[in-house]
C-alpha cells in the first residue's frame, strides 16, 4: 500500500494524480484502465476540494492498494472535512434535457458507471471513499 497526504487545493491535484499513475505505470495498467481511474481521481480530489473543509483548506489521503487474484488497484481518498456520502444522494436524470436537471451529480454518475466497486463510510471523524479497478 502506498499513501500520500495533501493539503486539499487544486493546485495539489495533479501532484495525487500522478502519485497514482505511478503506481498504475508499475502494474503494466491498461490505458483505458489508467483513464477512467484518472478521471475518477480528478473528480473525487474536486469534490474534497470544493466541499470537504469549505471555506477551510485541509487534508486530503490518497492511497493506492494492489489486489491479487484478480488483479485489482483500490485507490481511497481520505479526509477530515464535513460528513458527506456521495452515494446516497440520487443519480441526476440524465434523460432530461441539460437545463431541466438539477445541477451536480454527473461526476460521481461517472465514477459510479467506470468503476468495478466504489464505497464509502465515515468513520472517526473520516470520510473514507474507496474506488476499485478490476485490470484483468
Known amino acids: 500500500m502506498d499513501e500520500l497526504t495533501i493539503e486539499a487545493t487544486v493546485e495539489n491535484i495533479p501532484t495525487a494524480a500522478d502519485f497514482v499513475d505511478k503506481k498504475l505505470e508499475q502494474l503494466d495498467c491498461p490505458v483505458k484502465y489508467q483513464r477512467q481511474i484518472d478521471i475518477a481521481v480528478d473528480e473525487l480530489l ?7 473543509y469549505r471555506p477551510e483548506i485541509g487534508p486530503a489521503t490518497v492511497r493506492v ?3 491479487q487474484d484478480p488483479i485489482a488497484v483500490v485507490v481511497t481518498f481520505i479526509d477530515h472535512g464535513v460528513p458527506y456520502d456521495p452515494l446516497a444522494a440520487d443519480d441526476p436524470d440524465i434523460t432530461l434535457p441539460a437545463d431541466e436537471r438539477d445541477p451536480g451529480g454527473l ?17 472517526n471523524g473520516q470520510n473514507i471513499l ?3 479497478k478490476n485490470l484483468s
Open 65 to 67: 492498494e494492489v489486489q
Open 130 to 132: 474507496s474506488i476499485k
Open 46 to 52: 474536486s469534490n474534497i476540494v470544493s466541499y470537504a
Open 107 to 123: 461526476g460521481i454518475l461517472l465514477v459510479k458507471n467506470s468503476m468495478d466497486d466504489i464505497s464509502y463510510t465515515y468513520e
